[in-house]
């Protein structure tokens, strides 16, 4: 069930500190999965690496069919690709309400480009990661589409392992790097990089002729490994993967498709960057909670969690289900917390009309349960809740806490632990 609950956080964008790890000739490479909330088209990634030269298809984004036409005839290509921009993946086979089948269509003909535009902008296009409405497209991509005669896999990511950035590689793209690692780790390559030294030129040789570039092409897969790099500094980023980094008929080396991630903590000097964030797609919600450093996910059931912690948040999740209940949401409020937040997660909770019980699970160690107390008996008054409340404290300043809920006259049902918590929610809703 957690890791059910885990792919949902996942899915959905919840900020983890979770990682996977990569076996690179029997050395262990932690990768981490990077707390995020920046998130870019697809256009946009390939903007920022032709800003750095990094080869990339030609290509023009367009608002309307008219424009995409329009886009399609300067291209001037042998062959087009029009794909729509969403940020949920599996655009290929998803299905727009227009009837059209797929968000990317190949043609030679312009005028085509010009006709799936038009059942394009303006519809929502539904995959397996979108809601079940789908999600409106209002910009596509019209690029070039080049033939690909082989395709390999290059990262650049920090690791926390080497205390820097590395390079990893295989001759086997455009595939789950995690699928190659486990059947053939052998055709995975690492190179650590000196961060204040960068990609030395043997370096990136060395990486090239590991992906099994040949002739001319290992000196220019080369060239683009140092570029990408420069990218990867230049952006602050935490991983620019390229999946795939692919060779053409014409002895081109052409980064075909990316994904870049940023690191927070650079918003600062990263203004331009953080400026193209498409929070168009984003719930509501998530939203809200964002601003107040809160991570919140919705589910389908009526029982809602108030937890610290994702991993906690997991588990109390999972117990509800496992009582016979349903979660409501997975609300996480970290570590730094002060009263004013306890309260705006009260706010965003009782909001759902879906909620009918709130369970608070909360386990100090940073946080101080007392300044929890303090907040939720400030937001049950101020809110009038009119659900059950159901809240476990354990930790830092637990007696404290435990005393300003029993003194507050408010309708609160105390628990000694997890399991009892979960059972007096789930009893709480039946009533």
């Not at 790890?21 to 256009?43: A, D, F, G, M």
């Not at 043609?107 to 979108?130: C, H, I, S, W």
């Amino acid at each position: 069930m957690a890791a059910s609950m885990a792919s949902q956080a996942a899915s959905r964008g919840l900020r983890t500190t979770t990682s996977k790890h990569i076996l690179l000739n029997k050395v262990k490479c932690t990768w981490l999965s990077p707390r995020r909330w920046l998130n870019l088209q697809e256009y946009q990634s390939k903007k920022l690496m032709q800003e750095s030269g990094v080869a990339v298809q030609r290509f023009y984004v367009a608002d309307t069919a008219s424009e995409a036409l329009e886009a399609a005839k300067r291209l001037n290509a042998k062959e087009i690709v029009l794909k729509a921009q969403i940020l949920a993946g599996g655009r290929g086979k998803g299905v727009f309400d227009s009837g059209l089948k797929g968000g990317v269509h190949l043609t030679k003909d312009p005028a085509v480009v010009g006709e799936l535009a038009n059942q394009m902008l303006g519809f929502n296009l539904t995959t397996k990661q979108t809601p079940k409405d789908g999600v409106k497209v209002k910009t596509v991509m019209v690029a070039e589409a080049l033939d690909i005669t082989r395709e390999t896999y290059f990262a650049i990511l920090m690791d926390r392992a080497c205390n820097g950035p590395v390079m990893v590689g295989s001759p086997q793209g455009g595939m789950d790097i995690e699928e190659v690692a486990d059947k053939t780790p052998e055709l995975i390559f690492k190179e650590v990089i000196d961060i204040f030294e960068g990609v030395r030129d043997d370096q990136a040789l060395r990486m090239a002729a590991n992906l099994e570039f040949k002739g001319p092409l290992q000196r220019q897969a080369a060239d683009q490994i140092k570029r990408l790099y420069d990218l990867f500094m230049k952006v602050d980023a935490t991983q620019v993967e390229v999946n795939p980094l692919g060779e053409t008929p014409q002895g081109q080396v052409v980064c075909f498709d990316a994904k870049i991630n940023f690191d927070d903590n650079a918003e600062f000097r990263q203004k331009s960057v953080f400026a193209m964030d498409d929070m168009s797609e984003s719930d509501p919600t998530e939203m809200e909670a964002a601003k107040w450093d809160l991570k919140y996910i919705g589910l389908d059931g009526n029982i809602a969690c108030f937890v610290n912690g994702a991993g906690l948040a997991m588990a109390t999740c999972d117990i509800i289900d496992l009582h016979g209940g349903k979660p409501a949401n997975f609300l996480d409020l970290g570590g730094g917390v002060q009263e004013r937040q306890v309260y705006e997660a009260f706010k965003l909770l009782t909001a759902d009309p879906k909620v009918e019980a709130i369970l608070v699970n909360i386990f100090g160690g940073i946080v101080n349960c007392a300044i929890i107390a303090n907040g939720i008996t400030k937001a049950c008054r101020e809110l009038e809740l009119k659900v059950p409340l159901v809240v476990r404290l354990e930790g830092t300043n637990v007696d404290e806490a435990k005393r300003i809920l029993r003194e507050s006259g408010l309708p609160i049902t105390a628990a000694e632990n997890l399991e009892d918590a979960a059972k007096k929610a789930v009893a709480a809703i039946r009533k």
